[in-house]
């Protein structure tokens, strides 16, 4: 497919964008040109006293926080005698044959989700020609 070009706006992209620039330039100008040669008055206005009261704020006190608790130590495992003979562990044991049995499963609601096929469609009371002679247009 040829492009016409007369109409293709991407040759005259640069022309028009340079015309733009001057024109919107050049009123520029001529605006402050003209706003140059207009004479303002100035106009004196009264000045109002503002009478500031100072109060005397009390300074804020600053609180210390306390010091972060100390990180636990980590026991590092030594290949060295100097732990004591004294020191003991006691003996740990786990029962396992008192652990509670587990609860009983929920309850089965069968009645809730119960598809009911039907053979004929729910029509309102009257039929649908009382509804059509309430509507109002």
């Known amino acids: 497919m040829k492009k016409n070009p007369e109409a293709n706006l991407k040759l005259k992209y640069k022309k028009v964008l340079e015309l733009g ?7 520029l100008v001529l605006l402050f040109q003209f706003l ?8 004196e206005t009264e000045t ?4 500031i009261e100072v109060a005397d704020i009390p300074p804020t006190e600053q609180f210390k926080r306390p010091p972060p608790p100390p990180k636990p130590s980590i ?28 609860p009983p499963p929920p309850e089965e609601d069968d009645g809730m989700n119960i ?5 004929e469609p729910p029509s309102p009371i009257g039929g649908f020609g009382s509804i059509h002679k309430a509507l109002k247009y």
Request: proline letters at 13%; zero cysteines.
């Open 48 to 51: 109002k006293e503002i009478q």
């Open 75 to 102: 026991p590092i495992p030594s290949e060295s005698e100097d732990i004591p003979e004294d020191l003991t562990i006691e003996a740990t044991t786990l029962d396992l044959s008192d652990i509670p049995p587990p």
């Open 21 to 27: 620039m001057r024109g919107s330039l050049l009123a």
């Open 36 to 43: 140059r040669v207009i004479d303002l008055e100035a106009v």
């Open 115 to 119: 598809f009911v096929p039907y053979d």
